[in-house]
């Protein structure tokens, strides 16, 4: 997996092979992880499925108080080979023991 800046998961959550998570995205076992690259939202807990790229976003939900925005992670979409040849550069350098 590839983790941005402050990127927080906690216990309940799994992340699959090859998945990016980005800058601030929080992730637990009952964050809502919205799929949002098809016709139609897919909603995921507890799992972020492989090779996808998530960025922090917001839903709104509705109490007796009001509609108040709520946080959420967003799949945007698939991995892409610029990627993985970002992360081959420092999985050699991990291998050969070199520090940067």
Not at 14 to 43: F, M
Not at 87 to 92: P, R
Request: proline share 6%; with cysteine.
């Amino acid at each position: 997996c590839f983790l941005g800046s402050r990127a927080i998961v906690v216990e309940g959550v799994r992340v699959e092979h090859e998945a990016v998570l980005g800058a601030n995205v929080v992730l637990t076992a009952s964050t809502k992880i919205i799929d949002v690259t098809g016709p139609e939202p897919v909603e995921y807990k507890g799992i972020v499925p492989a090779r996808s790229v998530v960025i922090p976003g917001s839903y709104t939900k509705k109490f007796p108080a009001g509609e108040y925005q709520v946080p959420c992670a967003l799949i945007i979409g698939k991995r892409k080979e610029s990627t993985d040849k970002k992360t081959s550069l420092n999985n050699a350098l991990r291998e050969n023991n070199v520090a940067v």
